[in-house]
């Protein structure tokens, strides 16, 4: 290979592995989060302290006023902020209301105003990392709040008797709807001042998520949940209406009812408080916030903000989409395609500023891919036979790609008789796997890949593999005649296979499996992640003993070939493999933002051929034909060329025709 090859291969690759992989984290102030606690306090349990003007309980009223009072003093305690003046007035405000015995829905309005101010300004993390655990919020509670709360949650339990003021009720509904769980969640954390409520500082943060979830649950019967489950499938508003875990454990189910309805907003609220799994990070969620990404999309095209348009669309695309790609591609991979086009053409239409009535009806059209793509994603239709098929499918189309080259490697080298060279190549590809084993820990335990960096590091892999394979096409195609063999193995064998090759066998074998191994870990993730983990390990075996028998099959296939039939086939199948990354590798950066989408209607997407409908996966296709055209001629031209200059040494009599 020459050595400007060598060199680009290695530059790409690191580029590759430094593509930015990080995850974002929130400052949390404390004092803003308990001046937050004390005016979700008020907001809920003011009603309790006056009625039509009047005071109707001395304690609640006496109480109201010092929280109050509390809130203005720690807002401004705390940190300058270019928003502080306008929450100490807004605070003030408060306080005149609660002192002039205000109605509680004024109250409330102003409380809740307040705190939503408050945490825009000094930011708190306003939902859980992972999906709570119910089973460990019951656990919770029956050991520490049952004695006080009730096994039931109705307050009355053993410790709570002489308590001023009494222990919550957790299942009285009209208490229950004025609360949030991220309310629940702080009161947990930090307890409050004036009742025998404690703090539970000392839990985790997942432990109190669980245990805010599970008696966040305590005010809804056994029915409704189910309700609520019925509601929730069939009812894409609903799943507008809570699109997240951050949305969930921030309203108020009477808030919610104000947009929904009483009846609804209850059921929605029973049965996502019980389930918090329908809301998992990598489910319809993703596609919620893609649905919200092309709505914001839509109204900056309509006012004119195209720059801003496209990359809302995009994000919508990275952020919203793409996380859950991986499994919808293993449950409909017909829908994945269509769902991957239509985004393509959404973007394609905001880049030659096509009018806003058409991207209205494409982000439209979107929209109801995206419920059948809800629908595909649903648990119910998790099962061990999807996961197997799925995984058994995935590693085997993603394995063969890898597997040809990796076999054709072997074969050339067991020709050569340089079974020195052999374990450069064995090195190369178990280093892949090995790396993959790693990014796929780092990707569950310690960083977020972005979808712009899978999507890089794919159409990155993709076009250098297909650069190298070109190039190691059109040279075994020059091999093909037996006479340049012969002539290759004597004059070149040695110094070709130098070191500095058997290192570039490896980085070849190690990037052309990485890519691979890389792709699938992104399906396997996601199957994972459903549950049936023993299908999905049985179906990967599966695929594996497949493999394994097809390169069984090749290599004794390779063996048995004449030797320029070898490098002839050899040469063909490395090209096609060449021309088929070009097309993939345009396709990732496409879907990473880095290239332009031009969409192509008439042709067609056959993705294991790297056929991708768009005017440049066409061009780059073409141009990788058109590059192996033309370095098969030059190796055909050098091959002749180099016979007649043995022929003519061999006998020095025989002069030109």
Known sequence: MPATLRIFLVFALLLGAALPLWAAAQETTPGAETAWRLLDYIAVDYPGAVSDGRVISEAEYAEMREFSTSVRTRIAALPAHEAQPRLLAESSALISAVAARAAPETVARQARSLADDLLAAYPTPLAPQAIPDLPRGAALYAEQCAVCHGATGRGDGPGAAGLEPPAIAFTDRDRARERSLFGLYQVIGQGLDGTAMPSFAHLSADDRWALAFYVGGFAYDGE?????????????????????????????????????????????VAYLRSHPEALAVGGTDGLDLARRKLAESLAAYRAGDAGKAEELALSAYLDGFEPVEPLLRARDGKLMARIEAAMGELRASLGRRAPADEVAGQVTALSGLFDEAGQALAPSRASALSTFLGAFTILL?????????VIAMIAFLR??????????????????LVAGAATWAAATWLISISGASRELTEGIGSLVSAVVLLSVGVWMHGKAQAGAWQAYIRDKLSAALSKRSAWFLFLLAFIVVYREVFETILFYAALWSQGTQGALLGGA????????VIAWGLLVFSKRLPISQFFAYSALLIAALAVILAGKGVAGLQEAGVMDVHPLATMPRIEILGIFPTWEGLAAQLGAVLAIAIGFWWADRKSKAEAKSRLLSQSPGVTDL
């Not at 409704?224 to 609903?238: K, M, N």
């Not at 079974?419 to 090195?427: F, I, K, N």
């Not at 075996?541 to 394994?548: F, S, Y």
Request: charge should be negative; aromatic fraction near 4%.
């Open 397 to 405: 189309r993603e394995g063969l790609e890898a597997l040809l080259i």
């Open 415 to 432: 020709k050569a008789e340089r079974q020195d060279v052999l374990p450069y190549v064995h090195g190369g590809w178990v280093a892949a």
């Open 541 to 548: 075996a599966l695929a594996v003993v497949c493999l394994a």
């Open 224 to 268: 409704a949940p189910h309700a609520g489950e019925r509601a929730w499938r069939d009812d894409p508003e609903l799943r507008a209406a809570v699109p997240d875990l951050e949305a969930l454990t921030q309203v108020t189910p009477a808030a919610l009812a104000t947009h929904l309805g009483e009846p609804r907003a209850n059921a929605v």
